[in-house]
């Protein structure tokens, strides 16, 4: 909005200073500050509505120190996060940007799927919420939708780079003139790092385009999935989801505005990528909305994000990855969420294998997801047959830990461009 208003006016009537409205840095910088302002100045009010309401978060036994004095706190605050996402969004990107109304679909779609899924928990006092099978066909619709526009909108282009070998010890990097539609993805670790996800039914001939388009909203699908979920289970603990989701998103703004810049991309040897740089914009509003809820969300929280936030931190991350044609990234940058999905999955699988053999379950982790594994007293897996307890971590240090954990995985991903 303020956008097209300023570059009226400049056009209009020559108005001194309103044509840094056109550089995606200074609206980048305006989103990011206007978005941490909106989720501080905001939060309390929301919070103490929230108290008033009694919409306080139910908790169960864990068996984990910390736990019982968290009963009662404010949940569903992901409201914060939403709506200081979407008015610096509104107010200082190109409303028209075909991504930007993928991720504010994106964002609105998956917060109201958290945000059925936390009422029924709070007001019907069903522990149990959405049922699991309306969740998933819910965020296949997501992955439905997104896959569609990207796959058909004449919008949605790139434009292809080439290595070309000057000399022996010299390459250039160069982009095709035109734009095209393609369904290519940038591969870490790989020299000639573009991938063309069509190659995979390369053998249906002449079904061929029909089932790139099928395989493609299938992956789409699938990625949405699994980053949601694995956002999900990752808020478990005070600040963490909320805190990794931050870091993850200075990491894919990064990658974005280099995406959309043909001297960053010629440089890293990835595609070109118009009108990402919007994208850019999206970022910084994400980064400054998570900041300004962790002020709130951080040990010992005051609010909690509930379902409204984690699923909308999860979609957000995973649809803003994929229109930049960096999912195959995700594993990486998103190693947490991998780990504590992971987690889980092991400790039910095991579980179930060892009764069924032994009549007994056994445990590789205390619990699971992953996080709560330290926060345990007593021993599983490894530590069991040793008999070799591990010490119980502080929540807040296992909370820095992984923090920690994940700004390396974001360098790491960002270095994987051009370690090839």
Same mark, same amino acid.
Not at 1 to 24: K, S, T
Not at 55 to 68: C, F, H, K, M, N
């Given at each position: 909005?303020?956008?097209?208003?300023?570059?009226?006016?400049?056009?209009?009537?020559?108005?001194?200073?309103?044509?840094?409205?056109?550089?995606?840095?200074?609206?980048?910088?305006? #989103?990011?500050?206007?978005?941490?302002?909106?989720?501080?100045?905001?939060?309390?009010?929301?919070?103490? !509505?929230?108290?008033?309401?009694?919409?306080?978060?139910?908790?169960?036994?864990?068996?984990? /120190?910390?736990? #019982?004095?968290?009963?009662?706190?404010?949940?569903?605050?992901?409201?914060?996060?939403?709506?200081?996402?979407?008015?610096?969004?509104?107010?200082?990107?190109?409303?028209? +940007?075909?991504?930007?109304?993928?991720?504010?679909?994106?964002?609105?779609?998956?917060?109201?799927?958290?945000?059925?899924?936390?009422?029924?928990?709070?007001?019907?006092?069903?522990? /149990?919420?959405?049922?699991?099978?309306?969740?998933?066909?819910? =965020?296949?619709?997501?992955?439905?939708?997104?896959?569609?526009?990207?796959?058909?909108?004449?919008?949605?282009?790139?434009?292809?780079?080439?290595?070309? =070998?000057?000399?022996?010890?010299?390459?250039?990097?160069?982009?095709?003139?035109?734009?095209?539609?393609?369904?290519?993805?940038?591969?870490?670790?790989?020299?000639?790092?573009?991938?063309?996800?069509?190659?995979?039914?390369?053998?249906?001939?002449?079904?061929?385009?029909?089932?790139?388009?099928?395989? *493609?909203?299938?992956?789409?699908?699938?990625?949405?999935?699994?980053?949601?979920?694995?956002?999900?289970?990752?808020?478990?603990?005070?600040?963490?989801?909320?805190?990794?989701?931050?870091?993850?998103?200075?990491?894919?703004? @990064?990658?974005?505005?280099?995406?959309?810049?043909? /001297?960053?991309?010629?440089?890293?040897?990835?595609?070109?990528?118009?009108? $990402?740089?919007?994208?850019?914009?999206?970022?910084?509003?994400?980064?400054?909305?998570?900041?300004?809820?962790?002020?709130? +969300?951080?040990?010992?929280?005051?609010?909690?994000?509930?379902?409204?936030?984690?699923?909308?931190?999860?979609?957000?991350? $995973?649809?803003?990855?994929?229109?930049? !044609?960096?999912?195959?990234?995700?594993?990486?940058?998103?190693?947490? *969420?991998?780990? /504590?999905?992971?987690?889980?999955?092991?400790?039910?699988?095991?579980?179930?294998?060892?009764?069924?053999?032994?009549?007994?379950?056994?445990?590789?982790?205390?619990?699971?997801?992953?996080?709560?594994?330290? =926060?345990?007293?007593?021993?599983?897996?490894?530590?069991?047959?040793?008999?070799?307890?591990? +010490?119980?971590?502080?929540?807040?240090?296992?909370?820095?830990?992984?923090?920690?954990?994940?700004?390396?995985? #974001? #360098?790491? @991903?960002?270095?994987?461009?051009?370690? !090839?």
């Amino acid at each position: 909005m303020l956008y097209d208003l300023f570059n009226y006016l400049d056009l209009q009537f020559d108005l001194p200073g309103a044509g840094v409205f056109r550089y995606i840095s200074f609206r980048a910088i305006c #989103a990011l500050i206007f978005s941490l302002f909106i989720s501080t100045m905001i939060g309390h009010r929301i919070i103490n !509505r929230l108290r008033r309401m009694q919409i306080g978060e139910s908790i169960r036994d864990l068996g984990v /120190e910390g736990q #019982a004095i968290k009963k009662g706190t404010p949940t569903m605050g992901g409201v914060i996060i939403i709506i200081a996402i979407l008015i610096p969004v509104l107010l200082f990107s190109r409303i028209n +940007n075909i991504y930007l109304i993928i991720m504010m679909i994106t964002t609105i779609w998956m917060g109201g799927l958290g945000f059925m899924d936390d009422y029924i928990k709070v007001f019907k006092k069903d522990k /149990e919420g959405l049922h699991g099978w309306f969740k998933i066909l819910a =965020q296949a619709g997501l992955g439905l939708i997104v896959g569609l526009i990207l796959f058909f909108s004449p919008d949605v282009v790139i434009r292809e780079n080439r290595t070309v =070998q000057i000399r022996e010890d010299i390459e250039d990097v160069q982009f095709h003139a035109s734009r095209i539609k393609s369904t290519q993805t940038t591969i870490p670790f790989v020299k000639n790092n573009n991938f063309d996800y069509a190659q995979l039914v390369g053998w249906t001939g002449d079904y061929q385009p029909v089932a790139a388009c099928i395989a *493609f909203i299938l992956i789409v699908t699938f990625i949405v999935m699994a980053v949601s979920n694995g956002a999900n289970l990752t808020d478990g603990l005070d600040g963490l989801a909320t805190g990794s989701s931050a870091i993850i998103g200075v990491a894919l703004g @990064t990658l974005a505005y280099m995406s959309s810049h043909i /001297e960053f991309a010629s440089f890293l040897n990835i595609m070109f990528i118009p009108g $990402a740089e919007e994208l850019v914009i999206f970022a910084s509003a994400f980064i400054g909305a998570t900041i300004g809820f962790l002020w709130y +969300n951080a040990y010992p929280a005051q609010v909690f994000m509930g379902d409204t936030g984690s699923l909308t931190l999860g979609g957000i991350i $995973a649809v803003f990855a994929i229109l930049i !044609r960096k999912e195959l990234l995700l594993p990486i940058l998103c190693g947490i *969420f991998l780990a /504590e999905a992971v987690s889980v999955m092991l400790q039910v699988s095991y579980f179930r294998f060892t009764k069924k053999i032994h009549g007994e379950g056994h445990r590789i982790f205390k619990m699971t997801p992953l996080h709560h594994h330290f =926060q345990k007293r007593g021993n599983a897996g490894i530590q069991a047959i040793l008999q070799k307890p591990l +010490n119980v971590v502080p929540e807040s240090k296992i909370v820095v830990r992984f923090w920690l954990i994940g700004i390396i995985l #974001a #360098a790491i @991903t960002i270095i994987t461009l051009k370690v !090839r």
